[in-house]
């Protein structure tokens, strides 16, 4: 029993980590683009 809970755990801590992953990577590029809009807007 303990042994499913612990997969099942590590299951979960899995799919979490690689969607925090994630959002952390598309607020990244949406920052990045963001701040070349920004730079470009006051080169002009």
């Known amino acids: ?3 499913l809970v612990r ?3 590590c299951d ?3 799919i979490a ?3 925090v992953v994630g959002l952390f ?3 990244a ?3 990045l683009a ?5 730079v470009t ?3 002009v």
């Open 1 to 3: 029993m303990l042994a």
């Open 7 to 9: 997969e099942a755990f």
């Open 12 to 14: 979960v801590a899995s």
């Open 17 to 19: 980590g690689k969607f």
């Open 25 to 27: 990577w598309f607020s």
């Open 29 to 31: 590029k949406l920052m």
């Open 34 to 38: 963001y701040y070349k809009s920004v």
């Open 41 to 43: 807007d006051s080169n």
